[in-house]
Structure formats: structure tokens, C-alpha cells
């Protein structure tokens, strides 16, 4: 964004160069101003696209917990199905408590835990992840916008003081 910013305010300043050519002082003067103005407003406009992306960035957060949280409800929903069979053929077998079965029962439910921990916390940690690269991307074009802005800010007072300069040295005033 700050790109085409800066590139709007360059050809504007351009142009300014031009009517330096065409009309010394005055036409300088003019373009200057338009420069400085069409930096302004190209400003405005990446903030408004930073507001839509940052927009964006939040609402594929938010899916992406609901996925999460998804996958996390099916995957528990499935080890209940599994340890339900489980708990069922151990029972039928007809071993008494504390066999293999009811051990390997207690390593399965174990497991089981540990898998929705797993992705319980991996999924906060992409979405913390996310949150904080939509805050960098959101800063690093604000910064990159803001210098554009004065960036061609500054050049158009340059050009607009050439303008007058030239506007004086050739008697235009």
C-alpha cells in the first residue's frame, strides 16, 4: 500500500516537474500542492485497507478456533467410543481388575488425555500466533504508510518552495 502511495505522490511530483518545464513558478506550485494532496489522500486510503485487513486477520482467528475446537469435540467424541468398546470387552473377558486389559484401559484413557491437551494448547499457541503477525503486519504498513505520507508530504513543500523560488528569481510574483 505504501508503495502505491508513494508512487501516486512521485507521478504527481512529476508532474510538477513538468509544469516547471511548461510554466516555471507557478505550474511548480500547483503540482506541489496536488503531490502533497494526493499523499494525504493516498494515506487515508491505506488506513482504511489496514482496517479491512486487520478485519480480516481477526475473523480467520476466529475460524480457526472454531476448528480447533471442532476437531477437539470429534476427536474426544471418538476416544469416548473407543473407551466405551473397551470398557465393554474388558468387562465381557471376564479378567478381574488390575489384568492387562484394564491396564492397557488406563494407558488408553491416559493417552487419550493427552492427546486433546496436546491439541488444545497447539491450538491456542497458532492462534496467539496469528494474533501477534496480524498486529505486525498491521504496524509495519501504518509505519510504512506514515512515511510515505510525509515522505510526499515534504516533497511537495520542496517542490512548492522551488516553485516560489522561481516564481521570485523570474519576477511572477
Known sequence: ??????????????????????????????????????????????????????????????????EVNESIRRTVEQQTILEGTLGVQIGASGFARGSSLDRYFSTVQAQNKADVDWMKTSGASRSAIMARETEARSRASEAASKASLYGGIASSIGTIGQGFGMMKKFGGN
Do not use: C, W
Request: glycine share 16%.
Open 1 to 66: 500500500m505504501a508503495e502505491h502511495e508513494a508512487a501516486v505522490a512521485g507521478g504527481v511530483l512529476s508532474g510538477a516537474a513538468a509544469g516547471t518545464a511548461i510554466f516555471p513558478g507557478i505550474g511548480t506550485v500547483i503540482g506541489g500542492a496536488i503531490g502533497g494532496l494526493a499523499s494525504i489522500f493516498g494515506s487515508k486510503k491505506a488506513k482504511k485497507a489496514r482496517k479491512r485487513q486487520k478485519k480480516l486477520d481477526r475473523e480467520n482467528e476466529r475460524l480457526y478456533k472454531l
